[in-house]
């Protein structure tokens, strides 16, 4: 799919805030993706859509959460993180769009997993740390991702999972899951 006609798709689904944080994700997501050897097209269109889903009704989510059998663990946490495996059916249901690359990486860009893909960690990242976020460690994240990409989604994945807890609110198993993954690379064992 060509960006204009994929970002005149999502607009219509954004509030003219997270249509702008979509624009800068697009734009992060490209300047990693050519930093760290990634498809470029892949990246730019994964990014396009990472938020497709973001205000479609709670009670919609939930739905397509049940009937498509999805991650059902989702349903015991925050609905803030519904919005990406929900996204992704979407983008293929509604957008057609096939590439599993690309689905991964909208599918995981909240929640994180062990094993992702280059290209899931590169949308991981770029919705993290995309120009219009603003919030301490943020600069930290963007000093890392110019110079490792594991260093920062790890960086990412700790930082949220502080904030979460820090709040008192539950954290998904799959971030948890992200970052031992990423401890565990980075000490040289595996699972």
């Known amino acids: 799919m060509e960006r204009d006609k994929a970002l005149q798709l999502v607009k219509a689904q ?6 702008t944080h979509t624009i800068g994700v697009m734009k992060t997501a490209v300047q990693l993706a050519k930093k760290y050897h990634e498809d ?3 990246a730019e269109l994964a990014a ?9 009704p709670a ?4 739905q397509i959460i049940v009937d498509q059998q999805l991650d059902e663990r989702l349903l015991a946490f925050h609905s803030e993180l519904w919005h ?31 094993g992702m893909s280059k290209l899931e960690k590169i949308i991981y990242l ?40 820090g709040k008192q609110q539950a954290i998904f198993p799959e971030t948890f899951s ?14």
């Open 14 to 19: 954004l509030t003219e805030r997270r249509y």
């Open 40 to 42: 470029e097209k892949k």
């Open 48 to 56: 396009i859509f990472h938020d497709y889903a973001k205000f479609r």
């Open 59 to 62: 009670d919609e989510m939930k």
């Open 84 to 114: 990406a495996p929900v996204g992704a059916y979407l983008v293929e249901k509604e957008a057609g769009i096939r590439d599993s690359d690309v689905l991964g990486a909208i599918r995981f860009h909240t929640s994180g997993r062990a």
């Open 126 to 165: 770029a919705d993290y740390i995309e120009p219009g976020r603003s919030f301490p460690g943020v600069e930290e994240a963007r000093r890392l991702a110019a110079k490792n990409l594991d260093e920062a989604v790890l960086y990412a994945a700790g930082h949220t999972i502080q904030f979460l807890a």
């Open 178 to 191: 992200l970052y031992n993954d990423l401890i565990f690379k980075k000490e040289g064992k595996s699972i």
